[in-house]
């Protein structure tokens, strides 16, 4: 079936430095790539997506790149800061009945 | 505007029993999805609900069951619990659906459902 992979599953980065988490995805219909942030306890939430087309998306210190022919989408977080810390699910939509196929996620650790 | 409401927050049940929970959507939204969520395995998808109606459906037993009310309510249902559902129950909202473009999906706050 269609899945989408997630890497890595943990990333952990000084404070202040990017990070960067990467997602593949299996069904070259899909035409809609969230991502969302789930804080320790808390629901997870939407912080940005893309659609297909469009090549990059930012949103302050967030943005997004997606590259079809390969089939892969990444997140890109500069100058993070402690409330970075989160684990970050990227999802890619099933062309054939428009639900979400989500990674397993990424823990992201920012060190102080 | 209220947010995605999940009752109750907590529960525990004993191996054998059934459980339901609610989960009461954003106002407007018809869509519902329900996923379960367990340590290092992410956001396992269980059943969409729109307009009453069961649209999809995950990999997941027939043990685990849902319906939507009128109102866009929505009720998941497990019976003969089994430990290994012990979890993190989320539902999502959204206008017509996850999947859509510009469609954000609003999860509540779930329910943490331990099984002993």
């Known amino acids: 079936g269609e899945n989408v992979e997630q890497h890595p599953s943990t990333l952990s980065v000084q404070e202040g430095d990017s990070a960067v988490i990467k997602c593949t995805y299996s069904d070259s219909a899909s035409n809609y790539f969230p991502w969302y942030k789930q804080e320790l306890g808390k629901r997870p939430q939407l912080i940005i997506d893309i659609r297909s087309n469009v090549g990059e998306k930012k949103d302050q210190r967030i943005a997004v790149t997606l590259n079809k022919t390969a089939k892969h989408f990444s997140l890109h977080i500069t100058e993070t800061q402690p409330e970075d810390s989160a684990v970050y699910f990227c999802?890619?939509?099933?062309?054939?009945?428009?639900?979400?196929?989500w990674g397993a996620g990424t823990k992201l650790i920012i060190k102080p | 505007k209220a947010g995605v409401t999940q009752t109750p927050r907590y529960l525990i049940k004993t191996r054998g029993q059934q459980v339901t929970l609610s989960c009461s959507p954003i106002?407007?939204?018809?869509?519902v999805s329900w996923y379960q969520q367990t340590p290092g395995q992410g956001l396992q998808f269980l059943f969409e609900?729109?307009?009453?109606?069961?649209?999809n459906k995950g990999n997941f037993p027939g043990r685990f069951s849902g319906r939507q009310f009128s109102n866009s309510r929505s009720e998941m249902n497990v019976s003969t619990l089994e430990l290994g559902d012990s979890a993190l129950y989320l539902c999502a909202s959204s206008l017509v659906g996850t999947g859509y473009g510009n469609t954000e999906a609003f999860f509540g706050q779930g329910t943490r459902l331990t099984v002993v």
């Open positions: 106002s407007g939204h018809r869509s």
């Open positions: 999802a890619a939509s099933m062309n054939s009945n428009y639900q979400l196929i």
């Open positions: 609900y729109f307009s009453e109606t069961q649209r």
